[in-house]
């Protein structure tokens, strides 16, 4: 009868304890790394969150802190509620927000500017080569120089200046 409470009891232990402990896998899962994404590590030695591999993943916070995230999980915690606790626990230094995701505007703003100069460039550009073209040219009804008096006036000067020079 002894032997045989002990076989029983060996048997439970055997099964149960495989159970009840959870392996590297569970502690690595994406929903554990979901909520690790929004804990900073506090081991000192990196500036990662808690999913940092440094030491081969056993880094001595934040395999633990993997460990207590995926227990809370089991518990029915919702991930709001794990980062609120660990922010209780350990301050806010802990709590490591979503990227800002308006870093993807700049190139496009750098390009929107860049297309505005150049634009810009051409414009003036082709509004001087227009009022170098409407000089060279005459417009359509401008004044013609031989009915401009201070044109024939100059235009009378120099024409007596160069017969003296005759």
């Known amino acids: 009868m002894r032997r045989r ?15 009840f402990a959870q392996s590297e896998a569970e502690i690595q899962s994406d929903s554990v ?24 993943g056993q880094c001595h ?23 609120a606790d660990f922010i209780k626990e350990y301050g806010a230094k802990i709590f490591r927000p979503d990227p800002n995701s308006w870093f993807w505007i700049v190139p496009y703003l750098g390009l929107a500017a860049g297309g ?4 810009l460039i051409l414009a003036r550009l082709r509004a001087s080569m227009q009022r170098h073209t409407a000089v060279a040219a005459g417009p359509a009804g401008a004044v013609k120089l031989d009915d401009d008096p201070d044109f024939a006036r100059y235009r009378d000067r120099i024409e007596k200046d160069t017969e003296r020079l005759e």
């Open 116 to 119: 505005g100069l150049v634009i």
């Open 33 to 56: 790394k979901r909520v690790g994404t929004h804990l900073n590590c506090q081991c000192g030695g990196c500036k990662d969150d808690v999913n940092c591999m440094m030491s081969g």
């Open 5 to 19: 409470s002990l076989a029983i009891l060996l048997l439970t232990l055997a099964v149960g304890i495989p159970v």
């Open 61 to 83: 916070f934040c395999k633990p802190a993997r460990t207590k995230i995926f227990h809370m999980q089991q518990q029915g915690m919702s991930d709001e509620a794990i980062v």
